[in-house]
Each structure stands twice: as C-alpha cells, then as structure tokens.
C-alpha cells in the first residue's frame, strides 16, 4: 500500500537527511567533499554497539560513541583538511578516504566483517493510524532528525556562531579580514558535521537493529547524492533530497525490485546533476574545492 | 603614417550587469604603429583586452581584426587569425616547464591531428623544441628551459609569458603591462626584446603605467578614462590635454 | 615463478590498467569517480561477444574496450558541462548507475553474476598492462598530455592558444575509459567470471585513491601508486587483518607531509639532471 510506503520512505529520508547535512555542511562553508562522514555514520552505530557490549548503559554508549567521532573528526581536520589548504583541490578527499579506509578496518581487524545484531532498545511499540503502522524507533528517528534539522537553520540565521559560519561559507577572505576566528570555527563545524552524521549512524541501528564494519558506505553514498540533489551548502536543500532519496529508495524497491535501488537513485542525481547542477535549492557556486 | 588597420574597435561597450564599464568606444590601430592604451586604474583597459581576446562578449559594438570581423569569433579561434595577448598576472602554465610551455604557446602552427599525437618529445632536439628554445636563445633565456615555471624570478617569468606569446607568429600582440614589477635592468631586456618584436613586423598593442616606457616603445597613445577615450595622439599631444592632465589629477602624466 | 607471484603480478596489473584509466582524465584536472562503471562496460561486453556470438579473444576484448570508449563519448557530451566537483560527483552517478544496469541485465545473468567460457592466461594480462604503459609512455610525450596538463593548470589561457579545450578533456574522458574497458575485458576473460558487485564504489574510489597517492604531475606516478598500493598491503601481510589498517595509517601519513604524490616532475628532473651530468662531464 502506497501511504504505508510513503511512511517508510520519510523515516529513511529522516536518516540520509542528517548525513546530508553533515556533507552539506563541510561542502558548504569549507568546499571539501569530506569521504570520512561514511566512517563516522558507522562509528555512531558501532561505537554503540561496542560500548554495549563492554557493559555500558546504551544512554552512555550513544554519548560515548558521539565523542568518538567528534574526536576522529578533529583528526580529519588536522592531518586532511588543514594541511591539503594549498595543493591540488583532489588531495584532502583523499586523505579523508584514508580516514574511511582505516575506520572500516579497524572494525574489521576487531569486530570481524559480519552484520552483528544491535539490541532493540526502543520497546516494540507501534503507533496504528488507519491502515498506517509507525513503529517507535521510526518516530524517534523522525522527531530528531526534524529537531536537530530546525535547530541547525536557527542556529545558522540567528547566533553570531551561525553568522560567521555563513560568512565564511560566502566569503573566506572577506570573513578573516571580518575578524572571524577560521582556525577555531572549522573544527567547530567539523565536530558538528560529526555529530549530524554519528547521530544518523545511531538511529540507523536503532531501526535497522544491526551494525556493521561497512554500514556506512552505502547510507553515506545516498547521503552524498541527497545533498546534491537538495542543492549543496543549503541545509533545506539537505532535507528535501534526503527525503526524496528515501522515498525513491522505498518506493523502487516495493514496486520495481530491490537491484533497481541504485539505477533510480543515482539516474535520478545524474539527470538533476545534467539539467541543474546547483541542485533544486541551491545557488550556482562560483569557485569549488574538490 | 599611412599603414592599414590591425585592429578597430567600433562602437564597443560592455556592461556586466548594471556596470558599464566601456562605453562607445571606438579606435584604431594601425600596423606596425607600436600604440599603448592609457589611463587610470578601472580605466576599462584590461577589459578592452578581455574583449578584444574573446573572453568576454561585448554588450555592443564590433571589433575588426584587419578587415575581418571577429566580434563573434570564439576565443580560441583567435590567435590563429593573428591575435595573441600577455596576462597583467603573468599566466604561465604552473605545472609545466619553461619549454613545454612554449611549446604549448606554438600550437596554431602545430594543430594537426598528427602533430597532437606524435610523440616528438622522444626525438632528441626535435625541431618544436629547436624552434622554442631559439626563441629563448634570442633573448638570452635559454638557461631557463628546462627549469619548473614556477620557481622562477618574476621579471624571467614576465619575459617567457611574452615568449610564449610571440610564438604563435601572431601579427598583433597585446601586452598588459609589460614593465609592471620590473626593475631597471629587466626593464631595458623587456624594451629590447619588444624592439626585436617590432623589427619583425609585429604590430603591438600595450597597457602600460610606465610613461617613461611607454615614450620609448610606442608612437602612439590612447587615453581611456572611466570606459571612455579621452584622448588620442603622441604622447606629448595627449600629455597637453586638460582632460587627461585632470584625469590623472596632474601627477603620472604631468 | 611461484603461483602467488604470478597471482600477485597479475593483480598488480589489473591496478595498472585502472590507473591509467583515471590518470588520463585526470591530467587535465578531471576527476573519474565512476571508473568501475566503464570497466564493468568493457568486462559484459567483451564477455557477451565471446560467450554468445564466439568472438575471439582478439577481437571481444579491443571491442569491450571501445563499447566503454563509445558510452564515455555519449555521456562526455552532457556529463563534461559539469565542472570540478560536480563532474566528479556525475561521474560517481554515473559509475554507479552503469553497475546497477548490469545487475538487472538477464542476458547477462544479472546479479547470479555471468560465466565467460573462454579464458586467458595471465601472460595476456599482463601484456595488456604493458601494453597500456607503453601506450600512456608514448602518449605522455604528444602534444596531446602537453596540452591536458595546460588545461588543468589554466583552462582560459589554455583556448586563448587555441586549444580547443573541451575537444581535449572529450578525448581524454573517452581514451580513458577505453583503456577501462580493456581492463574490464581482460579481467573478465581471466577470471571466467563477471560480477556486477566486482565493479563497486570502491573500486572506483581506490583507483582514484593510489593514483593520488603515486602522484598525477607525470606519467610515472600512476605506475609507482599502483605497485605501492598492491605490494604494500602484502608486505604487510603478517599484520593479518591489520594491514590495511596500517595502509590507511600510511596513506593519511602521506597525504598530510606529501600532498602532491610520491613521484614528481621536480624529482624525475632532478633524477634525469643527475644521470645527464656525468654525460656532459666528458669531453
């Protein structure tokens, strides 16, 4: 059934909506296509899982696996981000991708590749609407997501933190000379992109009920091609193609097969990046930085 | 001096957006007439370059290369009708070498689908690299082939930009500032190495701030103020003029 | 020769091939993100014309090749007005799509994967990527890689020489996905075996990754990444299930102290100036 579908497809979006945002906003205000997000994505949910495992209540394991990847996005901020300032614009993805590679691996080299079973720690509970069945951990996700969505463009419009964020997004130079601290906003906006992303990982198992080392390529990919779509470096834009990502997601694998996922998915970003390159809410960049 | 027209601007304006920053400008420059285009900073000078090398359409107006009218013509098409120019922030191509540079500047002459592929740089001494390294030689740079563009001094970079330029065997170059950040003794290789230009046939066009280098180099000055001529003659003519003796508020050209 | 330096050369060799494949494109400053796409165009294709029509090797293989080149010249026309991270990203799409096709493509087993019946020893594959490094040696010095290495370092002075700009980038696109291609095929008919899951995002990411890493300044840097990034993680082989911890370890090292690869022009002129010195140094 169609709104049953419909239904499913937003709770996904919800959660390619916050991994869209943490692209959108390394590419938005710091022109670097950050390939780590994926990684972090699964250090949200892993990190839980791990810190379960070892005894922790799950309240404390989230939180724990949050400062987790706070901490590996300062390391991405160090050692790719900042010291690749002056090289060839193909240079700090790679070194980001190094920071993918070695986190999947880590988790490999400890955990072992399979999908391990994550606990279910939202109760069963399900919300019945007509003929609509909406379990508790899809609300949650929705609920969060909407929250941190709303407080981010809040943030960005009216605390002098989000006006300097969107000043150097507008103007790098302009805004140092302005007086804005570049070198203690960017690992600001690293952190925060982490936490939008890690979050994303933890609702994730928190629906999906299982972890695993590469969780985060598939989910960080389609959250790469929601940003585009939305349009990149606007936050709205980010929920729009999240939404529309999952709900092509949902509705191809119900009405067409679930291998077709990634012709409509990435055709869809194809065609819009062909026909609209600036994405459906965002404006033609002037100057990029791969 | 009777010469035929290199090149004419008529009627050129060009607005970006609301800001027009040429109007209605229209002159000649006759060949082998060394002239310089003069004037105050936003002048409209390097827009005129811009123009008249296709990397901006104008608003209105034609440019006339000789007879022919290139208004329209894509950039790229134009340097092999004869039109080649220097950057004021000399462009050289950084992740090249001095030499493979200038090999990349003679492609007009080289732009057969053989010569694309054909793996010359094999053959030692190839006469592509003979003919660039000569053009080196001539004005004592053949030190520099091999050398990384990048690590170079600013006036051996600025002198290899108009190497490059020359290359192509256009017959009207255009030079944006060419003595800009020079010092004396570069100053003189750079006015030297023009005579040698000018010796050959070659009809330049410059925008210079130097008038002393202008006074040596050129017959004739064009003055833009605010995207329009203010004057046009020798330099002692133009320098008599109240506009352009208010437009520089008497100091450069007093 | 032992059966695992055989297996190891043959690897290395296929990296090779993928590595010229990216490098090609992106010496005049284009990133190829969906190169596993073109790949698995040139893997299906030869695969189909050998298994169902009985092709030669000979000629199914050139032919998956220039099926990858003629798609790359199809898509070059829409996906190349795109720019810098947006062609990367369309490309990324792109490769991804392609795949996906495969996978849904009954003719061709969809996602049971498709047997190829004819096989080739590992003396063809790595005589294609001794081939394909002759080709790039040669190609390297044209006018041709002289041109894409100006376009990448100034596209508008680039056309005021008179470069036809997107001409260039058109070819270099097309040529490289070409030399995928062949790879694609060759991998195919060694392996007997063509799986749409094979050619993934990550194939095309690491590709992209150790040509970065060799460096893109000249045509050995490809090479020299390729090696690194199939012989390092062996040698790290006693680390077991670490290794690729430490490779990774290696290349964030790398990046951050060596960002522009580790072959470049400055070295191989330094290292050229040094074999010619004492040369001259005889009367």
């Known amino acids: 059934m169609i709104a049953q579908q419909l239904v499913n497809g937003t709770m996904l979006g919800a959660i390619y909506v916050l991994v869209a945002v943490a692209f959108t906003l390394a590419i938005g205000v710091l022109n670097f296509l950050n390939f780590s997000i994926p990684g972090l994505f699964m250090v949200g949910g892993m990190g839980t899982w791990i810190l379960m495992r070892l005894g922790w209540h799950w309240s404390v394991a989230i939180g724990g696996a949050l400062l987790a990847a706070a901490l590996i996005a300062l390391c991405v901020e160090r050692l790719a981000y900042r010291r690749s300032q002056k090289s060839d614009p193909e240079v700090p993805l790679v070194s980001s991708l190094g920071f993918l590679v070695l986190l999947e691996n880590l988790v490999l080299a400890t955990v072992g590749s399979d999908q391990q079973p994550f606990p279910a720690l939202v109760p069963d509970f399900n919300l019945r609407i007509g003929g609509l069945v909406i379990g508790a951990a899809q609300i949650i996700s929705l609920v969060i997501a909407v929250c941190l969505v709303v407080w981010l463009s809040i943030m960005l419009r009216k605390t002098s933190l989000g006006r300097q964020i969107r000043g150097v997004a507008e103007n790098r130079d302009t805004a140092i000379l302005l007086g804005v601290d570049v070198g203690r906003l960017v690992p600001q906006l690293f952190v925060f992109s982490a936490l939008f992303t890690a979050l994303g990982g933890v609702l994730f198992a928190l629906n999906y009920l299982q972890v695993s080392a590469f969780m985060g390529e598939g989910i960080g990919f389609k959250g790469i091609a929601a940003m585009i779509i939305g349009g990149m470096g606007s936050v709205w834009g980010a929920v729009l193609g999240g939404l529309l990502i999952g709900l092509t997601e949902v509705l191809s694998i119900s009405y067409i097969g679930a291998d077709f996922v990634n012709i409509t998915v990435y055709g869809l970003l194809l065609v819009l990046l062909i026909l609209r390159p600036q994405g459906l809410l965002g404006r033609a960049a002037a100057r990029e930085k791969l | ?254 | 020769m032992s059966g695992y330096q055989t297996g190891l050369l043959v690897i290395l060799s296929f990296n090779v091939i993928a590595a010229y494949a990216v490098y090609l494109p992106l010496s005049a400053g284009q990133l190829n993100l969906g190169i596993a796409g073109f790949m698995a165009m040139g893997a299906y294709t030869a695969a189909y014309l050998s298994n169902e029509l009985a092709w030669p090797l000979t000629a199914a293989i050139p032919a998956g090749a220039a099926a990858s080149c003629l798609l790359a010249l199809v898509v070059a026309v829409p996906i190349l007005r795109t720019h810098g991270i947006y062609l990367a990203l369309a490309t990324f799409a792109l490769g991804q799509v392609i795949t996906a096709v495969f996978l849904n493509l009954e003719v061709v087993g969809a996602a049971a994967g498709y047997q190829v019946t004819t096989f080739t020893g590992p003396a063809t594959v790595i005589a294609g990527a001794a081939g394909v490094l002759a080709f790039m040696l040669l190609l390297s010095r044209t006018r041709f890689a002289l041109y894409l290495t100006a376009i990448k370092s100034d596209p508008t002075v680039a056309d005021l020489m008179g470069i036809n700009v997107r001409g260039m980038q058109i070819a270099a696109f097309a040529i490289g996905a070409a030399i995928a291609g062949l790879g694609g095929g060759l991998y195919g008919h060694h392996f007997s075996f063509v799986e749409a899951q094979h050619f993934s995002v990550a194939l095309s990411v690491y590709t992209v990754l150790y040509v970065l890493l060799g460096g893109t300044q000249t045509v050995f840097g490809p090479l020299v990444g390729a090696a690194f990034f199939t012989l390092l993680p062996e040698l790290l082989r006693a680390s077991q299930g670490w290794r690729y911890v430490f490779f990774a370890l290696f290349i964030i090292g790398f990046m951050a102290t060596r960002p522009q690869g580790l072959i470049t022009a400055d070295l191989l002129r330094v290292f050229r100036r040094s074999r010619r010195a004492p040369e001259a140094a005889q009367p």
């Not at chain 2, 004419?8 to 209605?24: E, Y």
């Not at chain 2, 034609?62 to 007879?67: F, Q, S, V």
């Not at chain 2, 010092?183 to 230009?197: K, Q």
Request: proline content about 4%; hydrophobic content about 45%.
């Open chain 2, 1 to 254: 001096m009777s010469a035929a027209p290199a090149l004419t601007l008529d009627h050129l304006g060009k607005a970006f957006g609301g800001l027009r920053v040429l109007r209605d400008l229209s002159f000649t420059v006759r060949a082998q007439e060394p002239t310089a285009l003069i004037g105050p900073n936003g002048a409209g000078k390097t827009t005129v370059f811009n123009l008249v090398s296709g990397v901006y359409a104008p608003s209105e107006g034609r440019i006339l290369l000789g007879e022919r009218d290139i208004t329209h013509m894509p950039s790229r098409r134009r340097i092999a009708v004869g039109l080649s120019r220097s950057f004021q922030n000399i462009r050289l191509m950084s992740h090249l070498t001095v030499i493979e540079n200038l090999i990349v500047g003679q492609h007009v002459r080289a732009s057969g689908l053989l010569d694309l592929v054909k793996p010359f740089r094999l053959v030692p001494n190839h006469r592509w690299r003979r003919e660039a390294i000569d053009a080196l030689a001539e004005c004592g740079l053949e030190a520099y082939a091999d050398e990384s563009v990048s690590a170079l001094p600013y006036g051996i970079r600025k002198r290899i930009d108009l190497v490059r330029a020359t290359l192509a065997g256009a017959s009207l170059l255009m030079l944006d500032e060419p003595a800009a950040g020079l010092n004396p003794t570069e100053t003189n290789a750079m006015r030297a190495h023009l005579e040698l230009l000018k010796k050959r046939g070659v009809t330049l066009l410059i925008v210079e701030h130097d008038m002393h280098f202008v006074d040596q180099v050129c017959e004739r000055v064009i003055v833009l103020n605010f995207g329009e001529k203010i004057a046009e003659g020798t330099l002692a003519e133009v320098q008599r003029d109240p506009q352009v003796r208010s437009a520089y508020l008497g100091d450069e050209a007093a």
